[in-house]
């Protein structure tokens, strides 16, 4: 049994066989089965979790399946199922987590069941800081222990009952290596004097799981790539992402598979340039949906021509945050730039982990406000740097 924690280079080394074989584990879905999950989290102080969502198939993402390593034993809990979960994540809440790509899952939680852990290790955090070239969680099993997780699984419909083995094996591997996972790449970190960063990046990632996802908001439907658009284009966008959004919810599924982003914009696009009604649509292919879906696409076309895009929405103000950068900025903006590129590539690290541009912007306009803007570990890296010390 232990030689399933050894590195997988080692384990080839020693001749042990590399398999993929799914581990034991118990499906809750009926009422009255938490029991054992609920006594497994009285006695430990760490868990595993992962989860599995519907956001490819329906228009709501919903929580379709939780995964649980307690001590030795996995549970997979059904959320769709009939089951009273408040005791589940009162006592979930006073453990130590182990998760990998927190950031989606915290903010799932949070939606679900207003769920904040107390404290995380995230392997996908991990793999950033050390610089892995792959650093999702089936790459990271398969480059450590030889496993290699079902592409189909991956892809899989969570939201449909009865869940097949496959699928369930799928879920189990998913949070059965975490563990020695984290023990691989706490020891790489420690090496490189990197845990402190990570510790901050996952407080970080606690904070910003806990406000869920953005709540829909008036200007939504100004898509990329639509900043040009000022006429009738505009109005066209405006009426067509719409109708999109009142098509996927009636059909629940979500709205890029009534059709894509690019198509709006050719639609909004061809507006700007005079084209008519009929022009508009035949320039489109919404594929096998294109007949049943023509008449309603055809009426918010129409009905997008018809309004005055004077009437639309306005762009909200921005923030002082927002301002345009003065010309001594911008090129302060560069000099920092440069000096974190070099900073980056003698740490081997990919730049945006010290500071994306949107942070470098703020900073050239106040580089008092650098404890502020970034996480002390980033803000230590760049306090140093000559275009950040400059009056």
């Not at 130590?96 to 899952?105: N, Q, T, Y």
């Not at 000022?230 to 059909?251: D, I, P, Y």
């Not at 009534?258 to 292919?285: R, T």
């Not at 921005?318 to 560069?334: A, K």
């Amino acid at each position: 049994m232990i030689s399933r924690f050894l590195p997988l280079p080692v384990r080839r080394f020693l001749g042990i066989k590399v398999t993929s074989r799914p581990p034991e584990y118990r499906l809750i879905d009926q009422p009255g089965q938490l029991t054992p999950l609920l006594e497994a989290l009285e006695r430990v102080d760490e868990v595993s979790l992962d989860t599995e969502a519907d956001n490819m198939f329906h228009y709501r993402t919903r929580v379709c399946l939780l995964q649980f390593l307690v001590g030795k034993e996995i549970f997979l809990v059904d959320s769709l199922a009939p089951l009273k979960l408040d005791g589940l994540w009162s006592r979930l809440a006073t453990k130590h987590l182990i998760m990998h790509g927190s950031d989606f899952d915290l903010r799932l939680l949070h939606d679900f069941a207003a769920f904040r852990p107390k404290s995380i290790f995230d392997t996908m955090l991990a793999a950033q800081l050390l610089n892995r070239p792959r650093i999702g969680l089936a790459a990271l099993l398969e480059d450590h222990f030889g496993v290699k997780l079902s592409k189909d699984s991956q892809k899989a419909n969570w939201s449909k009952r009865p869940l097949t083995q496959k699928m369930l094996d799928y879920a189990a591997l998913d949070v059965f290596h975490l563990p020695a996972l984290r023990d691989i790449l706490t020891r790489e970190l420690k090496k490189l004097g990197r845990l402190g960063w990570h510790n901050q990046q996952c407080i970080a990632q606690i904070e910003s799981g806990s406000t869920g996802f953005a709540p829909p908001g008036e200007n939504d439907w100004r898509i990329g790539r639509s900043e040009r658009l000022r006429g009738k284009g505009l109005s066209v966008l405006h009426a067509v992402w719409h109708w999109r959004e009142q098509t996927a919810q009636r059909l629940d599924v979500p709205p890029f598979k009534v059709c894509s982003s690019d198509i709006l914009l050719k639609m909004a696009n061809a507006a700007e340039d005079g084209a008519a009604e009929g022009a508009i649509l035949g320039s489109i292919n919404l594929g096998r949906r294109h007949e049943r879906l023509q008449a309603s696409l055809g009426a918010a076309i129409r009905a997008g021509l018809e309004r005055d895009p004077a009437t639309l929405p306005r762009r909200r103000g921005r923030d002082s945050n927002h301002v345009s950068l003065t010309q001594s900025e911008v090129m302060r903006l560069d000099r920092i730039k440069d000096d974190r590129d070099k900073l980056a590539a003698k740490l081997q690290l990919d730049p945006t982990l010290i500071a994306n541009r949107a942070q470098l912007a703020q900073i050239a306009r106040a580089p008092s406000r650098l404890d502020e803007i970034l996480l002390r570990w980033q803000a230590d890296l760049l306090r140093d740097a000559p275009s950040v010390k400059e009056d």
